[in-house]
T-cell receptor, first 111, second 110 residues
Framework: DAGVIQSPRHEVTEMGQEVTLRCKPI?????LFWYRQTMMRGLELLIY????????DSGMPEDRFSAKMPNASFSTLKIQPSEPRDSAVYFC?????????FGQGTRLTVV | RKEVEQDPGPFNVPEGATVAFNCTYS??????FFWYRQDCRKEPKLLMS???SGNEDGRFTAQLNRASQYISLLIRDSKLSDSATYLC???????????FGTGTRLQVTL
């Protein structure tokens, strides 16, 4: 198995632009998580899905952030409009009851 | 109070030393726990699960104390390659929500 696949690996965008991050979870994993990591705040859970259904989005910072999981093999995290304070590494992870496995992350820089 | 708390460190230890980290959690209903390792500019990677009976994997031992609501990770005979940030994770069991601590940084030196 290729593991969790995220794209793009790096994204540099201007403030105000829309950013879409993509994730392909490990086949057979029924939970999917989006995390954001910064030096100041550590690893923060933004939203997670179970069987493609959003279960808890209380970590989503504000209405500029949205996430979807249209099927078991794909999820997106969208930021519109982006702001410099959104700069961070965004991780997607999928899990079974044996633990979560992370993608390599998307390093987002908003200038 | 944070759901999962860890001492951020850094823990600086010489090669060959034994080092232990603790992590406290606030949700008594949490069902399972894990330790993750994260290297600089990399994704977190699953190190081991934590069971009430304890779990040992080579030089690593994880323990869970439900009465005091903490988990621990013991690393024996530290190697330079053990230098990383160690994250403890609780699974609240509510549709498998995983909550991470902020991590404890370990630096093993010669």
């Amino acid at each position: 198995d290729a593991g969790v696949i995220q794209s793009p690996r790096h994204e540099v965008t201007e403030m105000g632009q829309e950013v879409t991050l993509r994730c392909k979870p490990i086949s057979g994993h029924n939970s999917l998580f989006w995390y954001r990591q910064t030096m100041m705040r550590g690893l923060e859970l933004l939203i997670y899905f179970n069987n493609n259904v959003p279960i808890d989005d209380s970590g989503m910072p504000e209405d500029r952030f949205s996430a979807k999981m249209p099927n078991a093999s794909f999820s997106t995290l969208k930021i519109q409009p982006s702001e410099p304070r959104d700069s961070a590494v965004y991780f997607c992870a999928s899990s079974t009851n044996r633990g979560a496995f992370f993608g390599q992350g998307t390093r987002l820089t908003v200038v | 109070r944070k759901e999962v708390e860890q001492d951020p460190g850094p823990f600086n230890v010489p090669e060959g030393a034994t080092v232990a980290f603790n992590c406290t959690y606030s949700n008594s209903a949490s069902q399972s726990f894990f330790w993750y390792r994260q290297d600089c500019r990399k994704e977190p990677k699953l190190l081991m699960s934590v069971y009430s009976s304890g779990n040992e994997d080579g030089r690593f031992t994880a323990q869970l104390n439900r009465a005091s609501q903490y988990i621990s990770l013991l690393i024996r005979d530290s190697k330079l390659s053990d230098s990383a940030t160690y994250l403890c994770v609780e699974n609240t069991g509510t549709a498998s929500k995983l909550t991470f601590g902020t991590g404890t940084r370990l630096q093993v030196t010669l």
